[in-house]
């Protein structure tokens, strides 16, 4: 699926047409042109979408913060942090967040060696998975509404059917989370620490 394919999604929930390209001059295109990649980075940064999600050292800077030990420089593709962690610990995706705060494209946390665990600026189409095409292109006809039909009920609507979308993904989560800790008891026999969300690409523990 490419981009054009996902804007004529958006639009099909508009009762709009399809367009061919995003230089065809058209109302529909002009909209696309203007909502597109901005919406697309709105809905990355609403979620900790997987196939979207990168793990990376943190490069440090020689500037000493006033009030954390350390500043590092954050990826130039970063949208969402989602954890921060030291580079000999495992990441698991709901536990072991250290304290930070970003000013400007600086991080600032007290871990050493730190490793950063986000959401990138994924423009790839085809690593889009189904539930994101879903939010994406209900978001996008929210934006592009008022443009193309003069309705603000319909960006209303639109608007709540994304914000549904996404409040699913969060349950869907939840609810995995919540199966891996019922249903592995193997884990806990164990004594396992790791789970199969583990992003350490060190880690070397399977089920």
Same mark, same amino acid.
């Given at each position: 699926?490419?981009?054009?394919?996902?804007?004529?999604?958006?639009?099909?929930?508009?009762?709009?047409?399809?367009?061919?390209?995003?230089?065809?001059?058209?109302?529909?295109?002009?909209?696309?042109?203007?909502?597109?990649?901005?919406?697309?980075?709105?809905?990355?940064?609403?979620?900790?979408?997987?196939?979207?999600?990168?793990?990376?050292?943190?490069?440090?800077?020689?500037?000493?913060?006033?009030?954390?030990?350390?500043?590092?420089?954050?990826?130039?593709?970063?949208?969402?942090?989602?954890?921060?962690?030291?580079?000999?610990?495992?990441?698991?995706?709901?536990?072991?967040?250290?304290?930070?705060?970003?000013?400007?494209?600086?991080?600032?946390?007290?871990?050493?060696?730190?490793?950063?665990? #986000? &959401?990138?600026?994924?423009?790839? =189409?085809? +690593?889009?998975?189904?539930?994101?095409? !879903?939010?994406?292109?209900? @978001?996008?006809?929210?934006?592009?509404?008022?443009?193309?039909?003069?309705?603000?009920?319909?960006?209303?609507?639109?608007?709540?059917?994304?914000?549904?979308?996404?409040?699913?993904?969060?349950?869907?989560?939840?609810?995995?989370?919540?199966?891996?800790?019922?249903?592995?008891? #193997? &884990?806990?026999?164990?004594?396992? =620490?790791? +789970?199969?969300?583990?992003?350490?690409? !060190?880690?070397?523990?399977? @089920?």
């Amino acid at each position: 699926m490419d981009n054009i394919e996902i804007i004529n999604i958006a639009l099909s929930h508009l009762g709009a047409g399809n367009i061919q390209n995003l230089t065809e001059g058209s109302n529909e295109s002009k909209a696309a042109n203007v909502y597109y990649d901005i919406t697309r980075r709105a809905v990355l940064q609403k979620y900790n979408w997987s196939f979207a999600t990168k793990v990376e050292s943190l490069a440090l800077l020689t500037e000493q913060p006033r009030d954390f030990a350390f500043a590092y420089q954050l990826p130039t593709d970063m949208v969402k942090v989602i954890n921060i962690v030291p580079e000999t610990e495992h990441y698991y995706p709901k536990g072991n967040s250290s304290a930070f705060e970003i000013r400007g494209t600086q991080l600032l946390t007290d871990v050493e060696d730190a490793n950063i665990v #986000y &959401v990138y600026d994924d423009e790839d =189409t085809n +690593t889009f998975d189904d539930m994101f095409i !879903n939010a994406f292109s209900h @978001y996008l006809a929210s934006q592009m509404a008022i443009r193309i039909t003069k309705d603000r009920d319909l960006q209303v609507t639109e608007l709540e059917i994304y914000n549904s979308i996404i409040s699913e993904a969060g349950a869907s989560t939840l609810n995995q989370d919540k199966e891996r800790k019922d249903e592995n008891p #193997y &884990v806990t026999a164990r004594g396992a =620490t790791c +789970t199969d969300n583990c992003f350490d690409v !060190n880690c070397n523990y399977t @089920y």
